[in-house]
């Protein structure tokens, strides 16, 4: 045997070596330092930075520069408007006179006619579900399905219009004033989604509260939907395929 000190050859039976007196029990128990030459233990990755990095920030190898110009027409549109949309008051009812409206409105009516097997109560309420699933189904399909991030970012940005524009018809359940589909306000026919579902709740003093809140969701969702955009633009800046 070899002294793991000193190299010295000799006998495997013996205690301790016999040119440098160390004892090979009390070596072999001390604590050994780190070798510069042993490899580093890879640093395990938070579950949630994997999921991240998977789903939400996968870009492709080579990245067109025709799809990354149209990408980024798209992103600037999504800004000014999504600013135009949280620096605008929501009594001023801007969403609901967006032609974002008239896109949201078909998906608030079949949300009726989706959630009527549940009952008065969902069946109302599904009108406002309806225009808030849609976009999520949205989102949901270019993340798992088609694997497009920046799509899902898009569909995000949607979702928090989504919210934006059910504020101000909350903000309506007492006054009534905003015009319906039929050209009716909620004062000459019984069809105010919310002035129904507030007072069936008993939180028809709430509405200005709860359309804050609506609102203030929505501003949250577009600021975060404009971060994974920019964050997403960036990374394909750096694979583009020139």
Request: hydrophobic share 45%.
């Amino acid at each position: 045997m070899h002294c793991p000190k000193c190299g010295w050859g000799q006998d495997d039976d013996r205690v301790e070596c016999v040119r440098c007196g160390i004892i090979f029990a009390k070596l072999a128990n001390a604590p050994q330092p780190h070798s510069a030459a042993q490899p580093h233990r890879p640093v395990q990755r938070s579950a949630a930075l994997s999921f991240a990095e998977e789903w939400l920030l996968t870009t492709e190898e080579s990245v067109n520069p025709f799809y990354f110009s149209g990408r980024v027409l798209v992103f600037l549109l999504l800004a000014l408007w999504g600013w135009r949309f949280m620096t605008t008051p929501l009594e001023t009812n801007y969403t609901g006179e967006s032609f974002l409206h008239l896109v949201n409105l078909p998906f608030h009516e079949a949300g009726h006619l989706l959630f009527m097997p549940f009952g008065r109560f969902m069946t109302i309420l599904g009108g406002s579900l309806g225009q808030i699933l849609m976009p999520l189904v949205c989102l949901g399909t270019f993340l798992l399905k088609t694997r497009d991030p920046f799509g899902g970012s898009v569909a995000l940005w949607w979702t928090a219009e989504s919210f934006m524009d059910v504020a101000p018809y909350i903000n309506d359940a007492r006054t009534m004033d905003l015009l319906l589909l039929g050209g009716f306000t909620g004062k000459e026919v019984d069809a105010h989604d919310w002035n129904n579902l507030l007072t069936m709740l008993g939180w028809l003093q709430y509405d200005h509260s709860l359309a804050k809140l609506s609102y203030g969701i929505g501003m949250v969702l577009m600021l975060f939907a404009l971060a994974w955009g920019a964050i997403l633009l960036h990374r394909q800046y750096r694979r583009l395929d020139w």
